[in-house]
Nanobody, 122 residues
Framework: QVQLVESGGGLVQAGGSLRLSCTASERTFSTYAVGWFRQAPGKEREFVASITWHGGGAYYADSLKGRFTISRDNAKNTGYLQMNNLEPEDTAVYYC???????????????WGQGTQVTVSS
């Protein structure tokens, strides 16, 4: 069982940046793909970005390309989501997930963190 803990959320002004971290409890984290999802109030959870277990492949929701960057450091059992030029529409709870499949759908991921709140003020 892999436990994931997100950190790095907070309140930021529009145009600002945040880096989210996702730290895993088990070394097996390095064998899983990592995905980031977000859920805004009253909306369904949506895909943000995903990265392969080795970090060699990544893809993003079309609307976020160019502003968000996903990465990982397997030596630290940690995944990252760098978010730049944030907009009020980015306000949501951000979740990291780990799973065997490199996918953009939530059900493909076996392990989930508790989420971290990101609030972007205008």
């Amino acid at each position: 069982q892999v436990q994931l803990v997100e950190s790095g959320g907070g309140l930021v002004q529009a145009g600002g940046s945040l880096r989210l971290s996702c730290t895993a409890s088990e070394r097996t984290f390095s064998t899983y793909a990592v995905g980031w999802f977000r859920q805004a109030p009253g909306k369904e959870r949506e895909f943000v970005a995903s990265i392969t277990w080795h970090g060699g492949g990544a893809y993003y929701a079309d609307s976020l390309k160019g502003r968000f960057t996903i990465s990982r450091d397997n030596a630290k059992n940690t995944g990252y989501l760098q978010m730049n030029n944030l907009e009020p529409e980015d306000t949501a709870v951000y979740y990291c997930a780990a799973g065997s499949a490199w996918a953009d759908t939530a059900y493909e991921y076996e392990y989930w963190g508790q989420g971290t709140q990101v609030t972007v003020s205008s």
